[in-house]
């Protein structure tokens, strides 16, 4: 639920920081603070930039899109809005599992399985990755998730059962503002109450592209040197916001 800034704990030490957040502790044991950062990387950190805006419109997007999912019965780490570019969270323990989900054929799946992107699936394809840099995030499957200890089969299955209420919310609510959810891409947490889905939802970490012109809002255009970044983000704030 909604806090008032003066109930929004101070930042504590910084805990960890990524490629495009920082995470930092609070007074209250239980809740961390998460900063979104304008830096952007692509393919595994070799392409670096920034992006004007892009913290500020990533942790508003993620925040909106938190609550969308919770709408729909899916537990997430979001607390609250900390700031201009910072929200306030659950602590948790993330699970190295990057967890994707399609509904149209782009990116690694396009390359990988030579199929041609902007196929529309008929049923979502839920894939996993170890999330491990130095190994360059590799693709696994159920039996790697158990080899490695990552998360027991129980967990598993939540997991995907979560990521699968996300896509089906996602989806319509998206559709309703002329975007298309191609794929995206979800981090989940361990609490002592549970799983939560946790990191973000944004344009980083999804590909919308428009419904009238096909064209992707969302890091593609980073990627793939398309131009217009910031404005793409903006443009997807925007249609979130006027709904809001
Ligand atoms: O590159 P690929 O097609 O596998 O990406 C699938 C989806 O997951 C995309 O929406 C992409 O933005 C997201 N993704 C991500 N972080 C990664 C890899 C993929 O957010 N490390």
Redesign the pocket.
Same mark, same amino acid.
Request: hydrophobic share 25%.
């Given at each position: 639920m909604e806090r008032r800034q003066a109930e929004i704990p101070p930042r504590g030490e910084r805990l960890y920081e990524g490629k495009a957040k920082v995470v930092y502790a609070t007074s209250d044991p239980g809740l961390v603070r998460i900063y979104f950062k304008d830096d952007a990387t692509a393919f595994d950190g070799r392409k670096r930039g920034t992006i004007g805006n892009k913290g500020r419109l990533n942790a508003r997007i993620s925040a909106h899109l938190f609550r969308v999912v919770e709408a729909a019965g899916v537990p997430t780490h979001l607390v609250a809005v900390a700031g201009e570019q910072e929200l306030l969270a659950r602590r948790v323990e993330i699970i190295p599992l990057?967890v994707?989900v399609?509904n149209v054929v782009?990116?690694?799946?396009? $390359?990988r399985l030579g199929l041609e992107p902007g196929r529309v699936l008929e049923e979502p394809v839920v894939?996993l990755?170890y999330?491990r840099d130095d190994l360059g995030?590799p693709l696994i499957n159920r039996a790697h998730v158990r080899l490695l200890g990552l998360a027991t089969p129980e967990e598993l299955d939540r997991i995907e059962a979560m990521a699968l209420a996300v896509n089906r919310a996602l989806r319509v609510y998206l559709a309703q503002r002329d975007l298309i959810l191609?794929?995206?891409?979800l981090e989940f947490g361990r609490t002592g109450d549970g799983l939560l889905l946790a990191d973000e939802i944004s344009p980083?970490?999804? $590909?919308f592209w428009d419904r009238e012109t096909g064209e992707p809002l969302?890091?593609?255009r980073f990627r793939r040197d398309l131009g217009g970044v910031e404005d793409a983000y903006a443009e997807v704030w925007r249609r979130l916001e006027a709904t809001a």
């Open positions: 990057e994707v399609r782009a990116g690694s799946l396009a $390359r894939e990755y999330k995030d191609v794929d995206f891409k980083d970490t999804c $590909r969302d890091k593609d």
